[in-house]
């Protein structure tokens, strides 16, 4: 089984336009993010994939490999226009804003097709738990909620579940977008339609629901740090100081 990352970089986004490109320690975000993922040696080939000829050639440049792909509005559908032409069985998606990488939460999320003998299961992705009231509310904090089996049941911005019977204690899951895709099922979720449920919420992978696939959700207690703004890219460099410092 070939197993690969790819991970989509656009330049301009559209809180904080650029920040792939900023620096952190001595190399730039979306550097550093490539670094670390071949770095866990869970990969048979790691690739960044964009619509920026500067993030290109900055890969290219770093001596990584780069896939020029069209405009989209998904991470998914630009993976999935990345690897069309690439042979593998798994694609990994790692959020290029998101440096920090721990092994173990990926290797749980591969393990999960080692063990879909009957491949059943068309993605896989991670949920943390949530316990502050305010990171539940938050509606920038995508909840998840899932059957017994771990299956997702719905994805929401808003609160779900709704406590509305109070002796029962609600648990809070906030989904963390890092993905594990069999290519198949890859590629033909950028061939269908998005539904009104994805377009309302802004959650890409309610489409995979909406057309009856399997997500198995995988519980991590890794909290990384995305860099969806300036004050977070301080965090981060302040992250990598200690790092260094140990």
Do not use: W
């Amino acid at each position: 089984m070939k197993i690969i990352a790819v991970i989509p970089a656009r330049y301009q986004a559209s809180r904080f336009p650029g920040k792939l490109m900023q620096i952190l320690g001595e190399k730039t975000v979306i550097a550093t993010t490539y670094q670390n993922v071949v770095e866990t040696k869970l990969f048979d080939e790691v690739f960044v994939a964009t619509d920026s000829e500067i993030i290109f050639n900055e890969i290219k440049n770093f001596g990584g490999n780069a896939v020029m792909t069209g405009e989209h509005e998904t991470g998914s559908d630009r993976i999935a226009e990345a690897v069309e032409n690439i042979e593998c069985d798994i694609v990994v998606n790692v959020q290029g804003d998101e440096p920090f990488l721990k092994t173990e939460p990926l290797k749980k999320l591969i393990s999960v097709f080692n063990n879909d003998k009957e491949e059943q299961i068309s993605l896989a992705s991670l949920k943390i738990k949530l316990t502050e009231i305010e990171e539940i509310e938050n509606p920038n904090n995508v909840k998840v909620i899932t059957d017994n089996q771990g299956f997702a049941l719905y994805f929401s911005r808003s609160v779900i579940p709704y406590p509305r019977e109070t002796s029962v204690k609600a648990e809070y899951y906030k989904h963390i977008g890092v993905y594990a895709f069999r290519k198949n099922a890859l590629l033909n979720f950028s061939k269908l339609k998005m539904q009104p449920l994805e377009i309302a919420e802004k959650i890409e992978c309610i489409r995979y629901l909406e057309y009856g696939m399997k997500i198995r959700m995988i519980e991590t207690d890794f909290v990384g740090v995305g860099i969806d703004v300036p004050e977070d890219l301080e965090k981060a460099r302040s992250i990598l100081n200690k790092m260094q410092e140990e």
